[in-house]
């Protein structure tokens, strides 16, 4: 299972908008200790928390958690060359749990389904 990407795009965000943690820590009502501990990935925010930070930030849930509901034709390409390089390898198991994962990780990819 693939790491959540949740502190890097909190601390991103935060940058973004040029406030510091303890602004943040504020406004969502916790302590600055918190989140440096999601910036540095240490703890994830509690799942009650992301519609207020996501409120915050004026974004999605689905941006904070990093998650991605179409590729781009760039990114296929490379997934695709990917699972291509291991069918060649011989290693058919080790390809098609490989693609099996990007197919659960990226469900609404029409052309990884293919």
């Known amino acids: 299972m693939e790491k959540l990407l949740i502190g890097e795009v909190i601390y991103r965000l935060r940058k973004e908008k040029a406030i510091t943690q303890e602004q943040l820590a504020n406004f969502i009502g916790i302590s600055t200790a918190a989140v440096s501990k999601w910036e540095s990935g240490t703890s994830y925010p509690d799942i009650t928390l992301l519609p207020v930070i996501a409120t915050f930030f004026n974004v999605t849930i689905d941006t904070l958690l990093n998650f991605k509901i ?11 060359n990917k699972c291509e390089k291991l069918f060649s390898s011989g290693d058919l198991d080790k390809a098609i749990d490989k693609s099996k994962k990007y197919i659960i ?10």
Do not use: A, H, T, W
């Open 70 to 80: 179409q590729l781009s034709d760039e990114e296929v390409m490379d997934i695709f």
């Open 105 to 114: 990780k990226y469900p609404s990819s029409y052309y990884l389904k293919l």
